[in-house]
């Protein structure tokens, strides 16, 4: 170690930070956009084949079960693209797989080589070349490995901090280790 800053952290790993992560990760890239514009195309569609359908009830016109089936499933569709649903889907089963290891008591240390990890029976060391972007919420540090749609993440909650005023300087510490790419998220 250079003799730099290290940051310890300790705190209980929560569901809502690990589903906050992901939901960031998609933010940056694009998911949430993608998925509104597909989900309102789809409404759009479904609706107006729907509009069509009802337009044709009592005629000599009159349309089968096909277009019904169709213009339901659009409409479905649609609004699952739209709520991100499916997403959401990805990430809960995603928790499931790994909720033993997310409900413990976490420690945590970033120094100038690598982030630490340990929990009971655990110990993960993570180099820093190993993330590709940093995403900073509001109370929550997510750092990317891998593609950030399909890659893993590292995540951390301010509140893991013994003094909560050391955070802007947790932010910018990862953000000089991790220089390809920041994104400041709502989530």
């Known amino acids: ?8 952290l300790s705190y209980r790993a929560s569901r809502d930070d690990y589903v906050r992560g992901f939901l960031a ?14 989900g309102g195309i789809f409404l759009a569609l479904g609706l107006l084949t729907m509009g069509l359908n009802l337009q044709s009830l ?3 016109d009159e349309v089968g079960p096909l277009p019904w089936l ?9 609004l699952l693209r739209w709520t ?19 409900d413990v008591e976490l420690h945590e240390s970033l120094d100038d080589r690598e982030v630490v990890t340990r929990g009971p029976g655990q110990e993960n060391r993570l180099a820093w ?3 590709t972007a940093v995403i900073e919420c ?19 909650p301010k509140r893991g901090l013994a003094d909560p005023d050391q955070w802007p300087d947790l932010v910018a510490f990862a953000r000089e280790r991790v220089p390809s790419e920041y994104f400041r998220s709502r989530r």
């Not at 170690?1 to 310890?8: A, E, L, S």
């Not at 169709?70 to 649609?78: A, H, K, Q």
């Open 1 to 8: 170690m250079d003799g730099g800053p290290v940051f310890q």
């Open 129 to 131: 070349s190993q993330f």
């Open 84 to 102: 991100m649903w499916d997403r959401r889907w990805t990430i809960g089963r995603s928790f499931r797989v790994n909720a033993a290891l997310l």
């Open 138 to 156: 509001d109370d929550l540090l997510v750092l990317c490995l891998g593609d950030g749609k399909k890659g893993g993440q590292w995540t951390t």
């Open 70 to 78: 169709l213009s339901g499933f659009m409409l479905l569709y649609g």
């Open 58 to 60: 009592g005629t000599v």
């Open 25 to 38: 990760r998609f933010d940056r890239c694009g998911v949430r956009t993608r998925s509104r514009i597909e």
